[in-house]
């Protein structure tokens, strides 16, 4: 029988906190800055855009402590059991000096208003214990999630280059505290679940995921909660009872990722930064397009599981895991069923999952040498931005030269994310040339009717779609060379 503990705990820079009354709705930023006045944590969007309320979370990897830079205006406080976290109040000195990201900030100029200043801090403090030396495209990829209205970014990239000329990682507090922080992380662990709360305002944090099957069969209104980096702005934003919630980012075996006979098989709670080696290895298409989604701060909370659980029509993960043939493992008590993810999404809001039933894994067949794929995603800024349309092309021509297979999926084209069956109808078995393709494109009228919104009119998304259709002939039939130069991924990885 599964052991309860009606609190949660965790470490709070240097103290550890014990809660029992959590409500299920309140965020890290406010317990921050309202309970513990720790006012260096800013509020400025409320919605994981702007950064200014970026805190570090650590949290045990197996044996490893991880740190990583969230949004605390969208990470609820009930997510944070058995984690560390860390603010800008904690890298002060015992002598009352400036830390090395700090002092640096201040000798190259970086901050003027300062209000956005201490989430700068933070994410660069995340980027420098990992990378002493970081170069600027993985400096610039560092900071796409914060936001600063006064100085531009050129003084803050020079500050970011010159940190490790004011300290070393090695003497650092999070450095020097390491051994003991993750030793007391390990001591919280006690296999036990979390229920904190009465009647609807209850929140639950399951002791497994076989303990989670059984708290959804039990609560089958519950909100489940993963990066809560959508969620967060229904409760922000749109003031919504998410309650009951049960909160399962801290479940390690849905953190899984491995790849066995070609396929990749990702857990549902893989956050985008800890898919990205693998995905950007193996299909760097992939890999570029979750550079672009988010800021690293909702890199590192949201997944791919809750990117298509939550069944956007314009989430970014679906139309290149439909193209490349993706399935689907959805889990119910102890019985799992796995279906082709694009069956999965029936219309605007609705998803075949069955009341108490949750998705437990996305399988993800690696394309082949013979298989060209790419994807391509339609924004008004280039990071951090919605997606206004997203097309995913994966293609295989015969030895003869004619199409032997496509595989067209869209995203912000219809109500739901979805393939463009009379386009692909146009191409297979018949020769990948342009007169195809634009057989294939005038089909796409057959295939989509968009709407015209605040992102988009109806008559640009399908003109984008239609383009991104010929782009991806250009780019593969030996006309001209790629339409863009991409970074080096191993260094903006760094």
């Not at 997510?79 to 009352?96: F, I, M």
């Not at 394309?367 to 790419?374: C, E, R």
């Not at 992102?455 to 006309?479: H, I, V, W």
């Amino acid at each position: 029988m599964t052991a309860i503990r009606h609190e949660i705990r965790f470490l709070l820079n240097g103290r550890k906190v014990t809660l029992t009354d959590v409500p299920p709705e309140r965020t890290l930023l406010d317990f921050l800055r309202i309970e513990r006045r720790l006012i260096g944590t800013k509020e400025g969007c409320a919605e994981g855009d702007c950064g200014a309320c970026t805190v570090l979370v650590g949290r045990l990897s197996g044996d490893t402590l991880v740190y990583e830079g969230v949004n605390a205006c969208i990470r609820f406080l009930g997510s944070l059991d058995g984690c560390h976290v860390v603010t800008v109040e904690h890298l002060k000195r015992p002598d009352g000096s400036l830390h090395p990201v700090q002092q640096a900030l201040v000798d190259f100029h970086g901050s003027q208003c300062g209000f956005c200043t201490p989430g700068f801090v933070m994410s660069l403090y995340a980027l420098w214990m990992r990378v002493p030396n970081p170069s600027e495209a993985a400096i610039e990829k560092a900071l796409q999630g914060n936001l600063c209205r006064c100085t531009g970014y050129a003084p803050i990239v020079r500050a970011a280059c010159a940190i490790s000329s004011y300290g070393g990682v090695d003497t650092d507090p999070l450095a020097a505290e390491r051994e003991a922080v993750t030793a007391e992380l390990k001591a919280l662990r006690d296999g036990a679940r979390v229920e904190i709360g009465q009647g609807r305002e209850r929140l639950v944090i399951p002791a497994s995921v076989d303990d989670l099957a059984h708290v959804l069969e039990a609560e089958p209104e519950a909100t489940v909660v993963a990066g809560s980096t959508d969620v967060g702005l229904w409760v922000t934003k749109f003031m919504r009872d998410i309650a009951p919630v049960v909160f399962i980012g801290g479940l390690e075996a849905l953190h899984t990722i491995s790849e066995k006979d070609g396929t990749l098989s990702i857990g549902a709670g893989v956050s985008y930064s800890e898919a990205f080696p693998l995905l950007a290895t193996h299909i760097p298409a992939f890999g570029r397009l979750i550079d672009r989604i988010g800021g690293d701060q909702v890199r590192n909370m949201g997944t791919i599981g809750g990117n298509i659980a939550n069944g956007s029509p314009i989430g970014d993960t679906p139309p290149p895991l439909i193209a490349l043939g993706a399935t689907l493992t959805l889990r119910k008590g102890d019985r799992r069923r796995t279906i082709p993810l694009e069956d999965f999404f029936i219309g605007y809001g609705q998803q075949d999952r069955q009341p108490c039933e949750f998705v437990e894994a996305v399988h993800v067949p690696l394309p082949d040498p013979n298989t060209h794929f790419a994807v391509w995603k339609i924004s008004k800024r280039r990071d951090e931005d919605i997606t206004a349309a997203l097309g995913a092309f994966a293609m295989k021509r015969a030895s003869d030269g004619t199409v032997a297979s496509a595989r067209l999926a869209y995203g912000g084209m219809a109500p739901t994310p979805k393939r463009a069956a009379a386009a692909e109808a146009a191409l297979v078995g018949n020769e990948w040339t342009r007169e195809t393709v634009e057989r294939a494109v005038i089909a796409l009228e057959q295939d989509f009717t968009p709407i015209s919104d605040m992102r988009a009119s109806a008559e640009y998304r399908m003109m984008a779609a239609k383009n991104l259709l010929r782009r991806f002939f250009l780019e593969t039939s030996g006309d001209p060379g790629p339409l863009e130069v991409a970074r080096d991924h191993k260094e903006i990885a760094a």
